[in-house]
């Protein structure tokens, strides 16, 4: 099996703890997940921490997928790192980190996944998932540059 990497960077005009706290809030996660996956958080603490667990669930195909996350690493204002314990992947950890960029932050996230499906898993990563997590991290940067504007 192949891992696959995604990487976005976006620059937002506030400050590493702010936009670190807004981050630190997973009831926000649902602002930034595209209508069309009907994204819903199932539990989660009110606020995130090493060793938090969230359940959320989402639709793919007009099929219910439910979705475990860990956050494995939490250093504010600097870096958090969030890993699939079930759902839809092989392989999910999306590691979150904030560098001051003169007034703003550069939030970068990095995603390392693993696409199931055995020998056709290439074929589904180059034609349909390769394609909508272009698509989910899009509306994400146009939802952040939306809603964290100073």
């Not at 702010?18 to 997973?26: I, L, R, S």
């Not at 926000?28 to 667990?53: K, M, Q, S, Y």
């Not at 390769?130 to 991290?137: E, K, Q, T, V």
């Amino acid at each position: 099996m192949r891992d696959y990497e995604l990487e976005r960077r976006q620059v937002l005009p506030l400050p590493p703890a702010e936009t670190f706290a807004f981050f630190a809030d997973p009831w926000n996660l649902e602002a930034i997940t595209p209508p069309w996956l009907r994204f819903r958080i199932l539990d989660a603490p009110v606020e995130l921490r090493e060793g938090a667990l969230l359940h959320y669930r989402l639709r793919l195909f007009g099929l219910p997928v439910r979705w475990r996350t860990e956050i494995a690493l939490w250093q504010p204002p600097r870096a958090f790192v969030d890993r699939q314990l079930a759902g839809p992947y092989r392989l999910w950890v999306h590691t979150h980190r904030f560098t001051a960029r003169g007034r703003g932050t550069e939030v970068h996230d990095h995603v390392r996944y693993r696409v199931p499906g055995g020998v056709v898993a290439p074929l589904a990563q180059r034609l349909l998932v390769a394609r909508w997590l272009d698509a989910i991290f899009d509306f994400r940067a146009e939802r952040l540059a939306a809603l964290l504007r100073s």
